[in-house]
């Protein structure tokens, strides 16, 4: 039996070697009724093609009781004080393996832990002969922060929405929980908008490249929301503004200070757009946006970029932002913008800053990000040199920019801490982490996966896992976790970058 090898690291893993293993057989039985039922059904989703077996969801009050071989999932709200809202207990043994919680959101990263106890087989999508057994072992677990997010820019190249719910069957084994969608930039806007045809129209006629673009429709994009939250992911719509605007200004000529609409954009360069920021139809624009984007999105936030507006005038820009994160608030949703939006010192109460500078913090980046705090909001880190997932890996890595500090290796995507890049900002003022995949250099799922795996498993265990010293981070003990991951990302189908060649070694 191999050793329980699991990412993110649990707060409390013991394996009991000396125990029989639990044993997935014909007869077994998923035991969970009302919500956890729901979350029964995803596993069993999982479960059965690689297995075969039927793996019906029962109630286990009118069932016969839990037998050695039935999983049983287990809501007790009474757990909240020792769990918290997203923590689990997994108990792995010979006679049954039992996954309680208090929330539904703990049982689906119970699931998500449940499944690495098992080969890797058990991932693939086709009958396999194998024996399921998973360690005997007992999990008490729960996360570091709240936000462990992935952004997915749909803007540079468009993804269509099977894509995207593929992505996000990837990210959830790694117990994410937030999908940043950033949805319009220069070079496309992706999301309908009610009165405004041409956003979709021009403005979505075209992505890098010169590739056609697209974007969803109104029932897309609530699909798309929707399998998140059954996943216990909350999608956050980015529209980025002042700047990042070209797909909009070629879409409305009133947009434009000079009246006149700006050309479709197919190129890389950032920061030479920007709205005409004093002009009544940009005000008019933005309430049009925000209602719109507000009412097709039930999470409570709204991202309004913020970065890069180099040609936005810089007196301008703090108005601007303090009136944008106001109409954002109007509209109901909190506000999240980029760490530049720090510039105004009356931003909406409770805006939430996201860092992008790097782990040692470049020019004024420490100031604008603490200014969020300072105003009462917390912070989201994505440190660009340790978190963008669209750097480059290597000299040799064939798709990806370098721009951040770059290349970012799964090590050093793996050994920084949120703890230690803003002075006097620690875990009370942060959210969390996310790590952004910015797509210049990605046009297809493949592409996605090989920048976004294995780092957003680095990034992931950053967010989840206890900080140190309490357990440390050791990167011999993630990369041997992270070796042992190379069958399951094949039998999962993504092709991870790998920098050992182990996924061509018979490593299980
Ligand atoms: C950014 O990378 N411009 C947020």
Not at 26 to 33: D, G, K, N
Not at 129 to 153: H, K, N, Y
Not at 287 to 306: C, K, M, N, W
Not at 417 to 427: C, K, M, Q
């Amino acid at each position: 039996m191999s050793p329980v090898r699991i990412i993110p690291q649990p707060t409390d893993l013991h394996a009991i070697a000396s125990e029989t293993p639990f044993t997935l057989v014909e007869s077994s039985r998923i035991l969970a009724t009302g919500a956890a039922a729901s979350v029964g059904d995803l596993l069993a989703g999982i479960l059965r093609p690689s297995t075969g077996y039927r793996l019906p969801v029962q109630d286990p009050t009118d069932s016969d009781p839990a037998g050695a071989a039935d999983i049983t999932l287990h809501l007790d709200p009474a757990d909240a004080p020792d769990l918290g809202a997203e923590g689990y207990r997994l108990v792995s043994a010979g006679d049954g393996a039992t996954l309680t919680a208090a929330t539904p959101a703990g049982l689906f990263y119970a699931v998500q832990s449940l499944r690495q106890l098992f080969p890797a087989a058990i991932e693939r999508r086709s009958v396999q002969s194998e024996a399921w057994q998973a360690p005997a072992a007992v999990i008490t677990d729960r996360p570091r922060f709240t936000w462990r997010g992935a952004m997915l820019d749909v803007a540079r190249h468009f993804f269509d929405p099977d894509a995207v719910k593929h992505f996000i069957d990837e990210i959830v084994l790694f117990k994410i929980n937030v999908l940043h969608l950033h949805l319009t930039d220069d070079q496309g806007w992706r999301i309908p908008i009610t009165g405004r045809p041409e956003l979709t129209g021009i403005g979505a006629s075209t992505e890098v490249g010169g590739g056609p673009g697209g974007s969803y429709t109104e029932e897309e994009y609530a699909d798309i929301v929707a399998y998140a939250a059954e996943r216990f992911i909350t999608v956050v719509p980015e529209i980025d503004v002042p700047g990042h605007t070209n797909a909009a200004l070629s879409a409305y000529a009133d947009l434009n200070a000079d009246d006149t609409a700006r050309e479709p954009y197919t190129g890389i360069d950032v920061g030479f757009s920007s709205l005409d920021v004093d002009s009544a139809s940009t005000w008019q624009f933005l309430d049009e946006i925000f209602r719109s984007v507000a009412a097709q999105t039930p999470g409570p936030y709204l991202h309004i970029g913020g970065d890069e507006s180099h040609t936005t005038p810089p007196e301008q820009f703090p108005g601007f932002i303090a009136r944008a994160t106001a109409l954002v608030a109007r509209h109901g949703k909190i506000p999240i913008a980029w760490h530049e939006a720090g510039r105004s010192r009356d931003l909406a109460p409770g805006t939430i800053g996201q860092y992008w500078s790097f782990v040692e913090p470049q020019e004024n980046a420490a100031e604008l990000a603490t200014s969020f705090v300072e105003q009462g909001g917390s912070l989201i880190l994505s440190p660009a040199d340790v978190a963008y997932l669209d750097i480059t890996y290597d000299e040799s890595t064939p798709i990806g920019q370098a721009w951040a500090g770059g290349p970012t290796s799964v090590r050093d995507a793996y050994e920084w801490e949120p703890g230690a890049i803003l002075a006097g900002v620690t875990d009370d003022a942060i959210l969390g982490v996310e790590a952004p995949l910015w797509t210049e250099t990605v046009a297809t799922p493949a592409d996605i996966d090989f920048l976004t795996f294995p780092r957003l498993a680095a990034i992931a265990e950053i967010a989840w896992s206890v900080a140190p010293p309490a357990q440390g981070r050791d990167w011999e003990h993630f990369s041997g976790r992270l070796d042992s991951w190379y069958p399951r990302f094949s039998a999962l189908g993504i092709s991870a970058f790998d920098p050992s060649g182990v996924s061509s070694s018979t490593l299980e």
